[in-house]
């Protein structure tokens, strides 16, 4: 396929996530030709986004993408990536991403913050459940504090919505309240970019050192795309995948996935089910772990339960009675994602001993704020950030530019090591910082 009959532009974008969106957006209103290739499609005015069948269409495996060793891993493969089935919480980068590895992100974020106006959901949408939990926590003399969020009642309202962000707003927000990469991405379109879905690109032609396009198909047709610079936003799993196949072989070796579990205990009052997720958290960076109100959505509660015992799945009428605290671990890098397509993160002694802590802070919280003692368990484990695949300070520098000139990575496969919190506002803010990169 000649150059002549490709497609071309002066930046390729690989994935619609919040890395892929903002990169394409901000390059964009500067007037760059921007070609968007997303794998998935656009689902968002579909009757079923939002719903639990949904989650099964839009998810890589149906929602059954398990690495060897049994996590469950939720990987969306649609425009706006992993922003359409996420807590929409807002967390800053942590201080070492600056001290150890000399990136500074903080005008980004602050820009960020002003421009979607993130901050915590007022007192009297955080869920009464949840307020529980957090004041048990503050008793015990846990800090916790109110969650900032991608959240917004506001835009719901100017929807002529309600707003109803509970437990199955991860499946994918229908009261439009919930922040989505996919909002960026039409900005970039109206700005000018091109954007093709069901485009799955499978490698980068590199020619003499340099990434002068990509290669793959597009609704089962193949394609070759040119352009001077290509930027890889195809997730902490796609991302690496990519890179294997255009000859980096130290892509995937090792990852990280802020391994999550959750600790549930039964209550005689409501829960936390009806309830926004995560409007209350804590981080223990000394041990390695992050605490937040969070329970898995009603039909989704005995999948997750059966793997621990018919006991806990039994109990699934009393999903409204029940008070959840989501794990969420600062994991060692472990496993990796291979190119024979199996993914592997097993748990290190040290994360094993993260867990335990964290596990027992849990139960303590949970009695405090009045779960039968008896009733309280742990779920299996799951992976909620897959990440550290193609670190900085490894493979990428600190601009996230790759060996081969004009290739960038900006996604979760950049961290060099687990972020243990949420990593969209990170995601963005190097997306920001790279998009200024390239302009200069």
């Known amino acids: 396929m000649s150059r002549e009959n490709s497609l071309s532009a002066d930046v390729i974008v ?13 390059l964009t209103k500067a007037g760059k030709k921007v070609l968007i290739l997303e794998r998935g499609d656009d689902f968002r005015n ?104 991608f959240m917004d009642p506001d835009r719901s309202i100017k929807l002529g919505k309600k707003f109803k962000c509970h437990a199955t707003t991860m499946l994918g927000c229908r009261c439009g309240a919930k922040w989505n990469a996919a909002e960026w991405v039409d900005d970039a379109v109206l700005n000018g970019a091109q954007l093709k879905t069901k485009a799955r690109v499978s490698r980068v032609i590199i020619e003499n050192g340099r990434a002068v396009g990509v290669e793959g198909k597009i609704s089962g047709k193949n394609f070759k795309a040119f352009a001077d610079t290509v930027v890889l936003s195809a997730g902490g799993i796609g991302s690496p995948r990519v890179m294997q196949a255009s000859g980096f072989s130290q892509a995937g070796v090792g990852m990280t996935m802020d391994t999550t579990v959750m600790v549930y205990g039964f209550t005689k009052q409501n829960g936390t089910g009806k309830e926004p997720p995560m409007t209350w958290s804590w981080e223990n960076d000394k041990d390695g772990y992050m605490l937040s109100t969070l329970t898995d ?21 009393q999903w409204n009675k029940m008070l959840g605290i989501m794990i969420k671990l600062k994991d060692d890098t472990s496993g ?63 601009n996230l530019q790759s060996e081969a000139k004009g290739l960038y990575v900006c996604d979760a496969s950049v961290f060099p090591e687990s972020l243990d919190r949420p990593t969209v506002l990170t995601i963005i803010s190097l997306g920001k910082r790279l998009a200024k990169h390239l302009l200069n």
């Not at 690989?14 to 394409?24: D, H, I, Q, R």
């Open 46 to 149: 579909k009757f079923y986004y939002g719903t639990y069948l949904g989650a099964v269409i839009y998810s890589e495996r149906r929602s059954l993408l398990f690495t060897k060793e049994g996590l469950n891993i939720i990987a969306p493969i649609m425009v706006g990536g992993a922003t359409s089935m996420y807590c929409g919480c807002a967390a800053p980068p942590p201080t070492w991403l600056k001290d150890k590895y000399g990136i500074n992100l903080n005008a980004e974020v602050n820009q960020t913050i002003h421009e979607l106006n993130i901050k915590p959901l007022p007192e009297e949408l955080r869920g009464e459940a949840s307020t529980r939990i957090a004041h048990a926590a503050k008793a015990l003399g846990y800090d916790w504090y109110a969650q900032p969020k």
């Open 297 to 317: 959505p009603w039909l989704l509660y005995p999948m997750v339960a059966i793997r621990k015992g018919l006991g806990p799945a039994l109990r699934w009428y």
């Open 336 to 398: 990796g994602v291979y190119p024979n397509g199996k993914i592997s993160k097993p748990l290190t002694s040290g994360d094993e001993k993260s867990l335990n802590s964290a596990n027992e802070v849990c139960k303590k919280i949970l009695i405090e704020a009045g779960a039968d003692k008896s009733s309280i368990f742990m779920t299996p484990f799951r992976g909620t950030h897959p990440s550290g695949t193609v670190r900085v300070g490894e493979m990428l520098d600190i």
């Open 14 to 26: 690989v994935g619609s996530g919040p890395g892929g969106a903002t990169v394409a957006r901000e």
